[in-house]
């Protein structure tokens, strides 16, 4: 029966180990429960079995768990958790030729600093480099870049 009860506090707290390691990020509840697992079975081997077979649990518990996460690791189980699909869409932040420096437009979203803004016909990712602007406020186009236009508040004259 002393046999049995160790067997059983070293295979859950293997389970632990690789649920700490693959599942839950940091040290949880699971890590600590498979120290507490473990622990207990050194400690119930060694002030109920004699030292050889505390020693020789020791072994048994360390070898167990590299054997567990590694048998976890070529197992399948990974194989079908892991995302197999690769994402090859493109999202069109190219700023074509029809946006120049000087052009006029307004304020969709508060830039702060960063927004959309309507200038013409398009919706453009806008950026500010000083204060914030306000949604529905008019600006005017200070730089074009690849991706996006550094933009000012329209000074009302």
């Known amino acids: 029966m002393d046999i049995f009860i160790i067997t059983l ?3 859950t707290a293997i389970f632990l180990v690789v649920l700490e390691v693959f599942f839950l990020p940091g040290i949880t509840i699971a890590g600590i429960g498979s120290l507490l697992f473990f622990g207990g079975a050194i400690y119930y081997a060694f002030s109920n079995m004699g030292e050889t077979a505390g020693y ?3 072994i ?3 070898v167990g768990c590299i054997t567990g996460l590694i048998w976890f ?3 399948k189980s990974l194989d079908r958790m892991a995302l197999k699909t690769d994402i090859d869409s493109k999202v069109p932040t190219e700023i074509d030729d029809t946006v120049h420096v000087g052009d ?3 304020a969709l979203s508060r830039l702060n600093p960063m927004g959309t803004v309507l200038i013409g016909e398009k919706r453009i990712e806008g950026k500010t ?3 914030f602007i306000d949604e529905g406020t008019p600006i005017i186009v200070e730089r074009v870049e690849h991706t996006n236009v550094i933009v000012r508040k329209k000074i009302k004259e």
Do not use: H, N, Y
Request: hydrophobic letters at 50%; aromatic letters at 0%; charged letters at 30%.
């Open 56 to 58: 020789v649990t020791i």
């Open 60 to 62: 048994v518990s360390i």
């Open 9 to 11: 506090l070293i295979l």
């Open 104 to 106: 006029e437009g307004i």
């Open 73 to 75: 690791m070529r197992s």
């Open 129 to 131: 480099r000083d204060e």
